[in-house]
């Protein structure tokens, strides 16, 4: 069938605003804390809240897009991410705000891995990456934006008014969504479900007995927990030892995101360089190093190159273990990409949990030195069990 430039600005705009959502949350721990009296341990659940809701909910969305359409839910996840989106700005008490984070994180979880499966349904095989590489941009953008703006918001407007602000995008992304072609033409047909739910959880079972699928998925829980977890803490710790604003501390998390950037934009010329393993290699090694220059820097610039050092070796590692995860199980690769971004945002939740009890605990900065000598062992060990080819540029 193919698709247009405009369906894939569609389809760029609620993973967007999916992504923005996602990460918008991490400049505000410190606003929370005073407006709800509580600690900021106890306020990062709420984030953990949103990974936990958003990574178990991948297992579903699957084999519910099968029966009720892919796009069709893609659609109506952004009508309702943009309702949870009031809702979060209307939550009265730390409780309330933690169940509509929730809530939003199971609904939006739907949007970025089903695009995926519907560009991969509709482009061709040697068009897709280009297409990919588009989303990728605007998921990337979309972890900038909501950084930076919900640090701006949160000092400036207050941070109720980021997710007035979040609701907006994902109505327009519905509205526009529900007009569009793309709608309109699987609303013609009967989805016709491609089998039971006892099978999909019985072919489930099936890929978690293989040792190459444990292997990559454990890789995957450690990344999420040892890279995302400390992630979330980091605009507290500029906060904090470089005496930044909470808006510039968002902003400055942008350069994470411009080290996303940097890395699909090199990343075939890198790939030829080093090969995978030495990118699983250099990425732990990058992301190690970003953490311990951040914690013994005398000066905010310091600070400032550790989160773009950051960014650029998270998404070295990621990239890998993506690869490997496309591969683990080729004769049933749906199920295995929803075990993978399953696992990943579980990885991410437990590791903030555990970063919250070492903030109130008072080893905020040993728990990141010990996430950075653990990324990198995890880095080497990635480059163990990597291909060493490297590819030939033409």
């Given at each position: 069938?193919?698709?247009?430039?405009?369906?894939?600005r569609?389809?760029?705009?609620?993973?967007?605003?999916s992504?923005?959502?996602?990460?918008?949350?991490?400049?505000?721990?410190?606003?929370?804390?005073?407006?709800f009296?509580?600690?900021?341990?106890?306020?990062?659940?709420?984030?953990?809240?949103?990974?936990?809701?958003?990574?178990?909910?991948?297992?579903?969305?699957?084999?519910?897009?099968?029966?009720?359409?892919?796009?069709?839910?893609?659609?109506?996840?952004?009508?309702?991410?943009?309702?949870?989106?009031?809702?979060?700005?209307?939550?009265?008490?730390?409780?309330?705000?933690?169940?509509?984070?929730?809530?939003?994180?199971g609904?939006?979880?739907?949007?970025?891995?089903?695009?995926?499966?519907?560009?991969?349904?509709?482009?061709?095989?040697?068009?897709?990456?280009?297409?990919?590489?588009?989303?990728?941009?605007?998921?990337?953008?979309?972890?900038?934006?909501?950084?930076?703006?919900?640090?701006?918001?949160?000092?400036?407007?207050?941070?109720?008014?980021?997710?007035?602000?979040?609701?907006?995008?994902?109505?327009a992304?519905?509205?526009?969504?529900?007009?569009?072609?793309?709608?309109?033409?699987?609303?013609?047909?009967?989805?016709?479900?491609?089998?039971?739910?006892?099978d999909?959880?019985?072919?489930?079972?099936?890929l978690?007995?293989?040792?190459?699928?444990?292997?990559?998925?454990?890789?995957?829980?450690?990344?999420?927990?040892?890279?995302?977890?400390?992630?979330?803490?980091?605009?507290?710790?500029?906060?904090?030892?470089?005496?930044?604003?909470?808006?510039?501390?968002?902003?400055?998390?942008?350069?994470?995101?411009?080290?996303?950037?940097?890395?699909?934009?090199?990343?075939?010329?890198?790939?030829?360089?080093?090969?995978?393993?030495?990118?699983?290699?250099?990425?732990?090694?990058?992301?190690?190093?970003?953490?311990?220059?951040?914690?013994?820097?005398?000066?905010?610039?310091?600070?400032?190159?550790?989160?773009?050092?950051?960014?650029?070796?998270?998404?070295m590692?990621?990239?890998v273990?993506?690869?490997?995860?496309?591969?683990?199980?080729?004769?049933?690769?749906?199920?295995?990409?929803?075990?993978?971004?399953?696992?990943?945002?579980?990885?991410?939740?437990?590791?903030v949990?555990?970063?919250?009890?070492?903030?109130?605990?008072?080893?905020?900065?040993?728990?990141?030195?010990?996430?950075?000598?653990?990324?990198?062992?995890?880095?080497?060990?990635?480059?163990?069990?990597?291909?060493?080819?490297?590819?030939?540029?033409?």
């Amino acid at each position: 069938m193919g698709m247009t430039s405009r369906d894939i600005r569609l389809l760029g705009l609620v993973a967007f605003a999916s992504m923005a959502s996602m990460r918008m949350c991490d400049p505000m721990l410190l606003q929370w804390a005073d407006d709800f009296g509580v600690t900021q341990g106890q306020a990062s659940h709420v984030i953990a809240a949103f990974s936990i809701a958003y990574g178990a909910m991948q297992l579903i969305y699957g084999p519910l897009g099968q029966r009720l359409g892919i796009m069709r839910l893609i659609t109506w996840a952004a009508g309702v991410s943009a309702l949870l989106s009031v809702v979060t700005a209307l939550s009265v008490g730390l409780g309330g705000l933690l169940l509509a984070r929730s809530a939003m994180g199971g609904v939006a979880a739907a949007i970025i891995p089903l695009t995926m499966a519907w560009i991969g349904d509709q482009v061709a095989y040697d068009s897709r990456q280009q297409t990919l590489a588009r989303l990728m941009s605007a998921t990337v953008t979309g972890l900038m934006a909501g950084q930076w703006f919900g640090g701006f918001a949160a000092q400036y407007l207050g941070w109720r008014w980021a997710f007035a602000v979040l609701a907006l995008l994902f109505a327009a992304g519905f509205v526009l969504l529900f007009r569009s072609s793309m709608y309109r033409s699987q609303s013609l047909v009967l989805t016709q479900a491609r089998g039971s739910i006892t099978d999909y959880l019985r072919g489930t079972l099936v890929l978690l007995r293989l040792l190459a699928v444990q292997r990559v998925l454990l890789f995957t829980l450690l990344e999420g927990a040892l890279a995302f977890g400390v992630l979330v803490f980091v605009p507290s710790m500029l906060i904090k030892d470089f005496s930044l604003s909470t808006s510039a501390a968002g902003a400055a998390m942008l350069l994470y995101g411009v080290g996303g950037l940097m890395y699909s934009h090199f990343a075939r010329h890198w790939l030829a360089r080093l090969g995978e393993a030495g990118l699983a290699l250099t990425g732990g090694g990058y992301i190690a190093a970003g953490l311990i220059v951040l914690l013994i820097s005398p000066v905010v610039y310091g600070g400032l190159a550790a989160c773009l050092i950051i960014g650029l070796g998270f998404y070295m590692l990621h990239n890998v273990l993506q690869t490997q995860a496309t591969q683990m199980a080729p004769l049933n690769r749906s199920t295995a990409m929803t075990l993978f971004a399953s696992v990943l945002f579980l990885g991410q939740s437990g590791g903030v949990v555990l970063m919250s009890i070492c903030l109130d605990a008072g080893v905020l900065r040993q728990s990141f030195v010990a996430a950075a000598i653990g990324i990198a062992l995890l880095g080497l060990i990635v480059a163990k069990h990597s291909p060493s080819r490297k590819i030939t540029l033409s």
